[in-house]
């Protein structure tokens, strides 16, 4: 299985680069980001490569991080989720939008992504949020080291953190842009009440 190519970029096509390693050409499929951030043609390249072999196949992935790869993999798991799809939602979000979408339950934003439907988004959103809302908003909200290592703030469905996103939203700001800013509202004052995440949320949508 191939994990990793080093190599040069030879050519572009459409949704997918040719990387020389060593005089040979391997095709590898990517998200329009990844295809942004490798340069040009002929500069030196490194991917991280995930490798799907089928019966009358073998296709590469290329990714310019692992975070992207990871979330990648992440979104394969939904039924009907396959790498085309994976991978035209990359094109759309970044790997931390895409989680930050999902735990926000934005659908919206996931329907950026051709080929990504309401239904598909709504299925994303359904199957995720629990395996991402935690990561995404424990770690916007974890307290900063320098104040001891506390343990970081408990997120859950309700609570000041949802209450307070909810009112971003109802004020008109987009979920995962509510979310995203009441989490950094969280984080900067180790959890905070209701009104304090809200002001200081509002802050960072205005900032």
Do not use: W
């Not at 994976?86 to 930050?100: G, K, M, N, P, Q």
């Not at 959103?125 to 424990?138: C, G, I, P, Q, W």
């Not at 180790?190 to 949320?201: C, F, P, R, V, Y």
């Amino acid at each position: 299985m191939i994990a990793k190519l080093t190599g040069i970029l030879d050519r572009r096509d459409d949704g997918a680069v040719v990387i020389d390693v060593g005089g040979v050409g391997y095709l590898v499929f990517v998200s329009a980001r990844t295809a942004d951030r490798l340069g040009p043609v002929g500069g030196a390249v490194n991917l991280q490569i995930e490798t799907h072999v089928r019966e009358d196949h073998i296709h590469l992935f290329g990714f310019a991080d692992q975070e992207e790869q990871a979330c990648f993999r992440l979104l394969q798991t939904v039924q009907g989720v396959g790498a085309k799809a994976a991978l035209s939602i990359l094109s759309a979000l970044s790997a931390d939008s895409v989680l930050t979408a999902i735990a926000a339950q934005d659908k919206a934003l996931l329907t950026r992504a051709d080929g990504v439907g309401p239904k598909l988004a709504q299925r994303i959103v359904n199957e995720l949020k629990d395996k991402t809302a935690a990561l995404v908003m424990a770690e916007a909200a974890r307290p900063n080291a320098a104040d001891g290592g506390a343990a970081p703030v408990v997120v859950g469905e309700d609570g000041p953190i949802a209450d307070a996103v909810s009112a971003l939203v109802n004020l008109g700001y987009g979920r995962a842009e509510a979310f995203a800013a009441v989490g950094a509202a969280a984080r900067a004052h180790d959890g905070g009440d209701l009104e304090t995440l809200i002001t200081a949320g509002l802050k960072e949508l205005a900032s």
